[in-house]
């Protein structure tokens, strides 16, 4: 049994780490003004930092210039592209064929990876990006099981296929939507997409008979929800999916917090690991039990299973988990008094959750005392007042820098 790669999404250095930690085998990022996350994107310090760190620790970093590009963009393209292939980055990801051609000539050394954006559905599509230099491509996400069985069984040995495990779906094809620039003069293809799908918006219909009459037409008092979708979720689809042989697992989220990735990278990363060790006693329950506690929107397989679903439209539109947020990070264990960096209220009773790597069972404990970490004062409760505010607190277990604590509401 091959055990694939799990790919990890990674805006910041920080969260790069992060995502190692949880066990991710490489990470995603951005560059300048070339992904389609440019609010999250890695300058070329960052991105450094980021290559040096993962190669130390035998991981990988793919970088995202998945922009469908104009003319004027193309002397920047050919600059990043040179700082790439200086930097020994594992693989870049593109949509464009201009693109394509650039990095072949700019960046040989680096592999080249098809972006969702580019729609790849089919084994001839497929075909014409791998005999155009391309090593691996990464499924549109519109593609069921058997599609993508039917891939995986008739291409050639040297191509790789990564496919979505987990994250937001986009009312656009595979990503490819006009309706944020149309709206808010944001482009969606050029990484300032404004999210136009996740607003709430207020319908009206008119009666043929009656011009003027206006009925509202509502899911709630917020308005409805037209174009928002449920999160993707494969967690239960998991065996299936290793045993086609996929290459990589691929979780979206740039824009997430550290919390939503240590928890999503870890129940992943524990579900690969448990069926390919131990295939026959594997148990989906639990990790779904895990993800439903970070989650914010509901959940859907999409296509995956039936290429006919229609559930997953998202018609609450919520951005939310009314049962739990994110705690904190630790930034220094100590066996009476660790620091933790706080993200979210804390008050003497709370209930919080220590994430632990490698394990889905969470490590639960009620705060009994807290401590000011400047002048070590007892203190009923703190606020995360300022960035980076931080609170003394007994842990039941030792620790490391960087996991990361859940708080149950």
Not at 50 to 61: C, F, L, S
Not at 237 to 262: F, H, N, Q, W
Not at 334 to 357: A, C, F, H, M, Y
Request: proline fraction near 3%; aromatic fraction near 10%; charge should be negative.
């Amino acid at each position: 049994m091959k055990k694939p790669e799990l790919l990890a999404p990674a805006g910041s250095f920080e969260k790069a780490k992060i995502a190692f930690m949880y066990g991710a085998d490489a990470v995603y990022c951005g560059t300048a003004s070339l992904s389609l996350r440019s609010r999250v994107e890695l300058k070329d310090d960052d991105l450094a930092k980021t290559i040096g760190y993962a190669h130390e620790i035998g991981k990988k970093v793919y970088a995202a210039v998945n922009i469908f590009a104009k003319d004027e963009s193309y002397d920047e393209i050919k600059k990043q592209a040179r700082v790439l292939n200086e930097l020994k980055v594992d693989g870049v990801i593109v949509s464009d064929g201009g693109v394509v051609e650039i990095m072949k000539e700019e960046a040989p050394d680096i592999d080249i990876h098809i972006s969702t954006q580019a729609n790849t559905i089919s084994l001839h599509s497929s075909m014409f990006w791998y005999h155009n230099g391309a090593k691996r491509i990464i499924l549109g996400r519109e593609l069921s099981k058997d599609q993508i069985k039917y891939i995986m069984e008739n291409k050639p040995m040297g191509l790789e296929i990564e496919m979505f495990v987990h994250g937001a779906l986009c009312f656009g094809y595979s990503g490819r939507c006009f309706l944020s620039d149309f709206l808010a003069s944001r482009s969606a293809n050029l990484g300032d997409c404004a999210q136009s799908c996740r607003w709430g918006y207020h319908l009206y219909a008119e009666e043929a008979n009656n011009p003027g009459n206006l009925m509202p037409i509502e899911y709630d008092e917020k308005g409805t929800y037209i174009f928002s979708s449920k999160d993707l979720c494969l967690i239960n689809e998991i065996p299936e999916i290793i045993d086609m042989g996929v290459d990589s697992l691929k979780i979206e989220g740039r824009l997430k917090t550290e919390y939503y990735l240590a928890t999503v990278v870890n129940v992943y990363r524990t579900a690969i690991d448990d069926y390919c060790n131990n295939p026959k006693e594997y148990d989906v329950s639990k990790y779904q039990k895990e993800l439903e506690k970070t989650k914010t929107r509901g959940l859907t397989t999409f296509y995956f299973n039936d290429p006919k679903n229609k559930d997953f439209q998202e018609f609450e539109g919520k951005q939310y988990n009314p049962d739990y947020e994110f705690g904190g990070k630790v930034v220094e264990y100590n066996s009476e008094k660790s620091i933790v960096e706080i993200r979210n209220r804390w008050q003497i009773g709370d209930t919080l959750e220590i994430i632990v790597p490698g394990k889905i069972e969470v490590e639960e404990f009620k705060i009994e005392e807290l401590w000011d970490s400047e002048t070590d004062e007892k203190i009923e409760f703190v606020n995360p007042g300022k960035l980076g505010q931080q609170v003394k607190v007994k842990l039941p277990i030792k620790c490391e820098t960087g996991w990361i604590l859940r708080r149950k509401k």
